[in-house]
């Protein structure tokens, strides 16, 4: 494993080797550079927002368009969106072509940025990214592997403007101090970098199939035990249901509105984010509700006054949240028993189960199993909408075993999830540090931290310690 610097950084300069002569580059933060290398403001580098779609264009003219939400911190895009000119979103403007890098002006601490390769002729991305667009003596990789770099991120952060909503304008980006070395060793780096990157990908792929793996056995074994039980043994009945088959001969099928108090969302609070606090009562959004639990990393607040106003929308402990809308429609977790007080929005549903018919941990996990799951989406995919209603939910079919048994079947999902999930979170821990390994070698190798030509020129990719 590598180790790390006095910063908390993956360390990737140890054993490798390093350029024989380096320079002050001018630049207090950036350091030494090697000493062949030469400086200047990025603009002298690039062109900057070369082309942009006008108001002229044909209202028919379609498009494909790239949102700063459609780029993530590894510089993957989404799948575009496609419009006609005439309904585009405003933001649509700017032109991109193969070996531009674009790299979003606003929240620059998001790292949106990414490497255009071999793009339709139609992709036009928001005006809230600059577009750079190397010129002939620059590399086209070399640039984006630079301008996605902690040393140049950093600089663009530092640069910004604004507390809730940090920008930077394209002049200042343009004259930030940039480093480049001669073009043909800027193409030796950018190859070295090429062949690296694709072999900490493909062992990050690797891993995210093996969490894509135990996911599956996480909804099987939750499918299996909530209609069968946990005796194997048990005499079995057909539940009268096509989709669930049979049950335990003693168990039955309810409704789910036949067996709850509350089905219902939260709302959002007038004025929408402009309600939101730095510190109170917390206000959970869909993004907070996953399978394996609460995160709340990203979590809002309001104040006690909103708190009031929202009184019938509160969050009890062992309320089961259900997501019902958007991409993340299906996610359904528990509320923990010690859960401070706390909203949602109206993306969020609220099932508050009868706690003397229901465990609350049994329901979230049959909403959680395919029996759930299938009920949620046949209604989504059957009306080709991206919501499900309270009334829709309030008629989905729940295997019901005795009360006593409901608790076993909670107790024993919750004991074989907590070896699933921390299985899971070794492999996101092993995903992280390769993704911090990734980022450290990319700024090692783009600031002459150390000296690639040799290596990237060995016909067989040399195994890293990682």
Known sequence: MNTTNPMGTLDVTDG????????????????EIPSHWETGPLKYFVSIDPEALTEKTDDDFELRYVDISSVNSQGDIEEPDEFRFGDA???????????????????????????????????????????????????????????????????????????GYPSISTSKLGRLPVWVPPLDEQRVIADYLDRETDRIDALIEKKEQL?????????????????????????MQDSGVEWLGEIPAHWDTVKLKWNTDKIGSGVTPDGGSE????????????QNVHFDGLRLDDVAFID?????????????????????????IGRC?????????????????????QQDELHPSYLNHVMASSAGQDQIFAEIDGASRDAVTFAEIGNFIVPKPP?????????????SMSQIYALIDQIEEGIELLEEYRTALISAAVTGQIDVREDARKPEMKEADT
């Open 275 to 286: 309600a939101y606090v730095d510190d109170g009562i917390t206000f959970m959004r869909s």
């Open 333 to 353: 977790t528990i509320v923990p028993e010690d859960f401070p007080r706390a909203n949602v929005n109206q993306h969020v549903c609220i099932i508050r189960a």
């Open 211 to 235: 969490i894509d793996l135990l996911e599956e056995k996480r909804t099987a074994l939750i499918s299996r035990v909530v209609t069968q039980g946990l005796d194997g043994d048990a005499e």
């Open 16 to 31: 490798r080797q390093q350029y024989d002569e380096y320079q002050d580059s001018g630049v207090v933060w950036l350091g």
């Open 403 to 415: 009360k006593e048994e409901q608790d076993r079947i909670a107790e024993y999902i919750e004991r």
């Open 89 to 163: 979103p405003s933001r649509a403007r700017k032109v991109v072509q193969h070996g531009d890098t674009i790299i979003s002006t606003v929240r620059t601490y998001l790292k949106a940025i990414a490497f255009i390769d071999n793009p339709p002729e139609n992709l036009i991305v928001s005006t809230g990214f600059a577009v750079l667009r190397p010129l002939d003596d620059v590399d086209e990789r070399f640039l984006g592997y630079l301008i996605s770099s902690k040393q140049f991120i950093d600089s663009a952060v530092s640069n910004s403007e604004g507390i």
């Open 304 to 328: 006690e006054e909103t708190d009031r106003e929202m009184e019938s929308t509160r969050v009890y402990p062992r309320d089961v949240l259900l997501n019902i809308t958007g991409a993340s």
